[in-house]
């Protein structure tokens, strides 16, 4: 069974920065899409940053100029270096994959269990 562990969340000032880490907890066969997503406090689960099937980028405006999206395919891990954080970036953060975990299987979307950042003003 995969499962999407997270690391990195934390509480830091505007400003600060932060590392997210997501890695798959099994061998998986094919991953088509791996990314982030957040929800921040009252609000919608809204796309951040992922990988597309065809391995580019898509980064949503809000911190284009602020994440950065990376990955490490030999671990199946992905990252979310997070600069000039502002309080708005306040939300519990969700890995997220579209991935085959046999050559058996279909492809299936995963989560991960979540991750606080909390960046205060």
């Known amino acids: 069974q995969v499962q999407l562990v997270e690391s990195g969340g934390g509480l830091v000032q505007a400003g600060g920065s932060l590392r997210l880490s997501c890695a798959a907890s099994?061998?998986?066969?094919?991953?088509?899409?791996m990314g982030w997503y957040r929800q921040p406090p009252g609000k919608q689960r809204e796309l951040v940053a992922t990988?597309?099937?065809?391995?580019?980028?898509h980064i949503a405006d809000s911190v284009k100029d602020r994440f950065t999206i990376s990955r490490d395919n030999a671990k199946n891990t992905v990252y979310l270096q997070m600069n000039s954080l502002k309080p708005e970036d306040t939300a519990v953060y969700y890995c997220?994959?579209?991935?085959?975990?046999?050559?058996?299987?279909?492809?299936?979307?995963?989560w991960g269990q979540g991750t606080q950042v909390t960046v205060s003003s």
């Open positions: 099994a061998t998986v066969f094919s991953v088509n899409t």
């Open positions: 997220n994959a579209d991935l085959r975990s046999s050559r058996y299987s279909l492809p299936r979307t995963y």
């Open positions: 990988f597309t099937s065809g391995g580019s980028t």
